[in-house]
T-cell receptor, first 109, second 117 residues
Framework: GQNIDQPTEMTATEGAIVQINCTYQTSGFNGLFWYQQHAGEAPTFLSYNVLDGLEEKGRFSSFLSRSKGYSYLLLKELQMKDSASYLCAFMDSNYQLIWGAGTKLIIKP | GAVVSQHPSWVICKSGTSVKIECRSLDFQATTMFWYRQFPKQSLMLMATSNEGSKATYEQGVEKDKFLINHASLTLSTLTVTSAHPEDSSFYIC?????????????FGPGTRLLVL
């Protein structure tokens, strides 16, 4: 079967670093995506990993381990505007996205 | 690049009426578009996959006669909610896949909030 799991909510402090984990199970895999969704808005694309390792893009980095079915999104130098839900999703063998429920990130001053 | 628009942003309608939502890829041709629904504080739920020139593929539990999808061109897909009822009130979001990008990234429109009274 297929499933994907991420924490429901996390809290972090402005200026700090936070890591949002995502675990998944699937027989077919064509990459893992991270999206950011602010309240009341549509998701926006953050990152895509299809090979193992760390992809860095500014303050955001995404990591993938295919053998462990594990990914994380790392946010550095947190800003208040980073308060949002972060959705992970993997693409299965049919190129369909399987979405996690999202992690609501709360940033405190 | 990879901009997707949706229209309208907000719809308030009476129960029993039909509502059409448009999704356009502005700077690329999208052979595949997706329609999602999202209830408050819940994750995205895929409703259907829309392929240009062919019938949409609906997810289990989604009524194809109630949610009519048309993908008549490479830049436009429409979702029509027929005979809308209050329980259809939700945030409807479309996304499009740019076939010229190697990765299968979906780019989302801004979403349409539907309120059925």
């Amino acid at each position: 079967g297929q499933n994907i799991d991420q924490p429901t909510e996390m809290t972090a402090t402005e200026g700090a670093i936070v890591q949002i984990n995502c675990t998944y199970q699937t027989s077919g895999f064509n990459g893992l995506f991270w999206y950011q969704q602010h309240a009341g808005e549509a998701p926006t694309f953050l990152s895509y990993n299809v090979l193992d390792g760390l992809e860095e893009k500014g303050r955001f980095s995404s990591f993938l381990s295919r053998s462990k079915g594990y990914s994380y999104l790392l946010l550095k130098e947190l800003q208040m505007k980073d308060s949002a839900s972060y959705l992970c999703a993997f693409m299965d063998s049919n190129y369909q996205l399987i979405w996690g429920a999202g992690t609501k990130l709360i940033i405190k001053p | 690049g990879a901009v997707v628009s949706q229209h309208p942003s907000w719809v308030i309608c009476k129960s029993g009426t039909s509502v059409k939502i448009e999704c356009r890829s502005l700077d690329f041709q999208a052979t595949t578009m997706f329609w999602y629904r999202q209830f408050p504080k819940q994750s995205l739920m895929l409703m259907a996959t829309s392929n240009e020139g062919s019938k949409a593929t609906y997810e289990q539990g989604v009524e194809k006669d109630k949610f009519l999808i048309n993908h008549a061109s490479l830049t436009l897909s429409t979702l029509t909610v027929t005979s809308a009822h209050p329980e259809d009130s939700s945030f409807y979001i479309c996304s499009a896949r740019d076939p010229h990008q190697q990765r299968e990234t979906q780019y989302f429109g801004p979403g349409t909030r539907l309120l059925v009274l």
